[in-house]
């Protein structure tokens, strides 16, 4: 595989008043990619087998933009998008099949994310206590080179949540406490249709709900 990559990016902090308060990272980006490599299924084989295949070209382009904005010193607002638009330029599958047509495997045209942090005015002695939460979106994609309606993932979102204790008490401990997809969404992370012909598809489903507790030691910490 080969792949000529141009990217032009600006990255600016933005201060108000002499205050930091705003840094914007904007990038736009263009890949031609040569000779890609896909896992396809060669129905030529008898049984039928998994091949690793130089497809083909593609072109991806698209845009990523990352905005944090500090409204005070104690509260964050952050967020970013994505968009990606490949497309194959030139796929052939073993058996001589044109698939350059077909979408190209795991890659959401849009993908997006937003954080709020707030730290909380507590005296430093006692640590330092932030509380955050978090939105993250993923369009529809498919998830197998070997294209089949069935391989589609639709798109979903989903919230987490965290609180964090650094310093517990000026000691070297820090403390956090996470939920993950705390609406409890269900969604794929990836389909195969290598058992259709059986009545069914493989499926990779996503975390449901998850609660978790972190502790960390920082050696050498003062």
């Known amino acids: 595989e080969t792949v000529d990559d141009i990217e032009l990016g600006a990255k600016v902090d933005w201060s108000i008043a002499g205050r930091r308060a705003l840094r914007t990272n ?5 890949s031609d990619y040569q000779d890609i490599q896909r896992l396809l299924t060669d129905p030529t084989t008898v049984p ?14 698209g845009a990523e933009l990352e905005i944090s904005w500090w409204v005070t010193d104690a509260l964050e607002l952050s967020g970013w998008y994505a968009y990606t638009d490949a497309k194959f330029t030139d796929f052939t599958a073993p058996d001589g099949r044109d698939l350059s047509v077909f979408p190209f495997a795991r890659a959401p045209e849009n993908v997006a994310s937003a ?5 909380l005015p507590l005296d430093s002695s006692i640590g330092a206590v932030s509380v955050g939460a978090n939105y993250w979106y993923t369009s529809e994609y498919s998830s197998n080179d070997d294209f089949h309606p069935s391989v589609m993932v639709d798109s979903y979102s989903l919230v987490n949540l965290r609180a964090d204790w650094k310093s517990v008490y000026g000691s070297p401990v820090d403390l956090g406490v996470f939920v993950r997809n705390a609406t409890d969404e269900e969604y794929n992370l990836a389909i195969l249709n290598i058992y259709t012909s059986l009545g069914f598809d493989a499926r990779t489903p996503g975390e449901p709900r998850t609660y978790g507790l972190r502790m960390t030691y920082n050696f050498g910490k003062p």
Do not use: C, P, Q, R
């Open 26 to 30: 904007l990038a736009l980006f263009y």
């Open 115 to 119: 954080s709020i942090d707030y730290m």
């Open 48 to 61: 039928v087998t998994t091949v690793t295949t130089n497809a083909g070209k593609a072109e991806i382009k």
